[in-house]
């Protein structure tokens, strides 16, 4: 008869919700109502799923009871076949094979209201988040990618802190979904740039690739998301959605941590369904993925695929960069010594570096008062306060180096003139007393010298300090100087 899939199928769907039970009622509506049988062919039944999302799903989670119950409705010759909607044609699949690489997502693209209510969105884009997602026509959805126009690459400052991170995302612009940084995670501490860097990917991809769909989406924003598509049970307009981006940018995962198991579990077949059809997954995190806990161990390991980048403090140099492009960018005049006395004293993160900066414009103009070293040694006084002011081995050089008045680089030189080389021995003697750097690290940024070298040097001041008072009165005066800073 011409209605037997359909009633054999019905057959299948009591059998199923009668296992599933009341406490998973909305599983079963939200992975087994939407399933539509196409025909029924001997003992073989195919049924109609709308992605290969939804296929990959039934196969983790609830393959055994579909093929427990399809045997029981169809006897032990029983089998079943996957049709997977494509190009507004059917492709079939038997259920045990692997199923085609490049789907075509035009059959979803028809569905632009779903997806918006997926997403908890109305026809008009009115939601209680911000609406990242915009629906104007019903052949082609067009996606509001979220990024921020003033986190561009050229605005992004290159430094020993951040340069393979960088270079990866120019890589990655260029070619998304096909290097070997896929995922890229950018990990590090707070305001270091990490949703800067994310972000410029994500523009300097829609430069290149006009045609690709990018969004970018904070872990909040993906889980509340998913959360309200769950209570809509419009969970698969949900998934439906995310399958059809070409550079998917998560923000700070770790928010996911020791919660959200479902939404990261639905992230990981997302990730999975993403990656093998090469397209760009990246990723932000406050730590790297060894450091990290409360995340799902599947999805941890594939955190681990790529490229895993870390943003760290930015040296002296970096943080120099930064202001003089901050300062350009806003059209602002401001004395070298000034931005240097800034950079040398703020040196903890990029975002209070900014923070600094824009203290002492707003100071200078409220006050209308001259932006000078002077000006500056106030404001950033105060400023520093709040916080704790780390002394690190860029400071050191400065302070050595200023009180014997001697270029910075010169440290950086391999002359062996009797003043320089006792500066450099200073600053490795001080280094070692007032950080936590290594020796080695310390002699890396002292002229590039080994760690036996940075051992010699401390020795050499300790005995002059013993047996030169001259010299004592000048180590107690360097250090008293960082002790009044």
Sequence with gaps: MENNHK????????????????????????????????????????IQVPSYFFYDWLEVHYIDLIHRTIKLILGPEGQLKYSIVMDQSIAEKPIFTQLPS???????????????????????GSKDLPNPFLFPGMQEIKIDSQLSESYTLTNFVEGNCNRLARA??????????????????????????KTHLANAIGLRCKELHPNLQVLYVTSEQFLQQYQNAGRDGTTNDFIYFYEMIDVLIIDDIQFWANKAPRTQE?????????????????????????????????????????LSADLVAPDVETRIGILKQKLA???????????EYIAYNINSNVRELEGALISLVAQSSLNRRQITIDLAKQMIDKF?????????????????CDYFGLPIDSIQTQ????????????TMYFAKKMTKSSLAIIGLQCG???????????????????SDKQFKYWVDDIEKRFRDE
């Design 384 to 400: 520093v306060k709040s916080t704790t002011r780390e002394i690190t081995i860029d400071y050191i050089q400065k302070v050595v």
């Design 329 to 339: 960018n806003d059209g602002i005049d401001m004395p070298y010594d000034v931005i």
């Design 415 to 426: 002359t062996r003139k009797r003043e320089i080389v006792q500066a450099r021995q200073l």
């Design 448 to 466: 590039n010298k080994d760690h036996a070298t940075v051992l010699h040097a401390c020795k050499q001041i300790a005995n002059l300090v013993e």
């Design 7 to 46: 009633t054999v199928w019905e057959q299948c769907l009591e059998v199923i919700k009668d296992n599933l039970g009341e406490q998973n009622k909305d599983a079963y509506k939200t992975w087994f109502l939407p399933i539509v049988p196409v025909q029924l062919e001997g003992s073989i039944l195919t």
């Design 168 to 193: 990866a995302g120019q890589a990655i612009a260029e070619n998304p979904g096909k290097t070997a940084f896929n995922p890229l995670l950018i990990h590090g501490g707070v305001g270091l740039g």
């Design 266 to 306: 639905a992230f990981f077949h997302i990730f999975n369904y993403l990656h093998q059809r090469g397209k760009q997954i990246i990723i932000t995190s406050d730590k790297a993925p060894s450091e990290l806990s409360g995340l799902e161990p599947r999805l941890l390991s594939r955190l681990k695929w790529g």
């Design 102 to 124: 490049s789907p075509s997502h035009n059959a979803t693209a028809n569905r632009p209201k779903d997806i918006a209510m997926a997403l908890n969105l109305s026809a008009d």
